[in-house]
């Protein structure tokens, strides 16, 4: 069994930043892709940053030059760290993470989701 445990959200001023944190716990025998999403209220959910196991990244346009994500193999955790938060930013924040259970199997997790607000 894997859990996923999302952690870092709150409430912050626009310009101010935050780190959300994602640790995976359980049966890992490997972490493949990372994914970072978020949905707003009404919206549908998008996609935001990714990271592969090498460390690849890509990130969505609207947060490019102000997120960054990042990964540890070791500790299987990830975290996006957000500055220069917008009121566009608030919303629910969710880690994805593709992982092998065992070498011939490979599931997505969903973490719990956490809200991000940014507002004055």
């Known amino acids: 069994q894997v859990q996923l445990v999302e952690s870092g959200g709150g409430l912050v001023q626009p310009g101010g930043s935050l780190r959300l944190s994602c640790a995976a716990s359980?049966?890992?025998?490997?972490?493949?892709?990372i994914d970072w999403y978020r949905q707003a209220p009404g919206k549908q959910r998008e996609l935001v940053a990714s990271?592969?196991?090498?460390?690849?990244?890509n990130y969505a346009d609207s947060v490019k030059g102000r997120f960054t994500v990042s990964r540890d193999n070791i500790k299987n955790t990830t975290d996006l760290q957000m500055n220069s938060l917008k009121p566009e930013d608030t919303a629910a924040y969710y880690c994805?993470?593709?992982?092998?259970?065992?070498?011939?199997?490979?599931?997505?997790?969903w973490g719990q989701g956490i809200q991000v607000t940014v507002s004055s």
């Open positions: 994805r993470l593709d992982i092998q259970p065992s070498p011939a199997l490979a599931v997505y997790y």
């Open positions: 359980g049966s890992i025998f490997s972490i493949n892709n």
């Open positions: 990271i592969t196991r090498g460390s690849s990244t």
